[in-house]
Antibody, heavy 118, light 111 residues
Framework: QVQLQESGPGLVKPSQTLSLTCTVS??????????WSWIRQHPGKGLEWIGYIYNSGTTYYNPSLKSRITISVDTSKNQFSLKVSSVTAADTAVYYC??????????WGQGTLVTVSS | QSVLTQPPSASGTPGQRVTISCSGS????????VNWYQQLPGTAPKLLIY???QRPSGVPDRFSGSKSGTSASLAISGLQSEDEADYYCGAWDDSLNGYVVFGGGTKLTVL
């Protein structure tokens, strides 16, 4: 059974960089043919796709966030990561990591709340 | 403002059939698969329907999906109290080098 677990600070100051890591178990990022995604959900709102990465390092990003987003993968640790730079209160959200088939997302982490506040 | 349009709410009584619509455009629903996700209160979303009308293992056949042109629908038959949740449609959008888009979500209430 594939499991994903987000980790990282729950509080980030405005203008700083938000950094999260997703640890994958039950599947190998380096050998599988999946994309590894980040999706967020603002409090009480809908889902917003942030982007995903393939094990080759190829990335696809949401055009509205592209200038501030970096998704990377560490195959040695079976982890992938998200960095969002220059955060504001508008980046406060629950962040989910997930496994994507390329056209649909089949496994999700439990999500982690990140609050941007001084 | 979500790229895909869903009604904000829907409701039904136990045993009823309800449908939730999802409207898009030629660059997303019109040319790509539609997927549906169920989010129970306080939990992460769960894949409910993929490739327009396919159910992952473990999803009851009470849930079905369909697509026509630039619109899609999720149907839930034999409504149960545990179906009360938020439902989201999603699809790949071919514009701007491609990205995933979601609907704003529909809150389903079982009366």
């Amino acid at each position: 059974q594939v499991q994903l677990q987000e980790s990282g600070p729950g509080l980030v100051k405005p203008s700083q960089t938000l950094s999260l890591t997703c640890t994958v178990s039950g599947d190998s990022i380096s050998s599988s043919s999946y994309y590894w995604s980040w999706i967020r959900q603002h409090p009480g709102k809908g889902l917003e796709w942030i982007g995903y990465i393939y094990n080759s390092g190829t990335t696809y990003y949401n055009p509205s966030l592209k200038s501030r987003i970096t998704i990377s993968v560490d195959t040695s640790k079976n982890q992938f990561s998200l960095k969002v730079s220059s955060v504001t209160a508008a980046d406060t959200a629950v962040y989910y990591c997930a496994r994507d088939q390329g056209f649909w997302t089949d496994y999700w982490g439990q999500g982690t709340l990140v609050t941007v506040s001084s | 403002q979500s790229v895909l349009t869903q009604p904000p709410s829907a409701s039904g009584t136990p045993g009823q059939r309800v449908t939730i619509s999802c409207s898009g455009s030629s660059s997303n629903i019109g040319s790509n698969y539609v997927n549906w996700y169920q989010q129970l209160p306080g939990t992460a979303p769960k894949l409910l329907i993929y490739s327009n009308n396919q159910r992952p293992s473990g999803v009851p056949d009470r849930f079905s999906g369909s697509k026509s042109g630039t619109s899609a629908s999720l149907a839930i038959s034999g409504l149960q109290s545990e179906d009360e949740a938020d439902y989201y449609c999603g699809a790949w959008d071919d514009s701007l080098n491609g990205y995933v888009v979601f609907g704003g979500g529909t809150k389903l209430t079982v009366l």
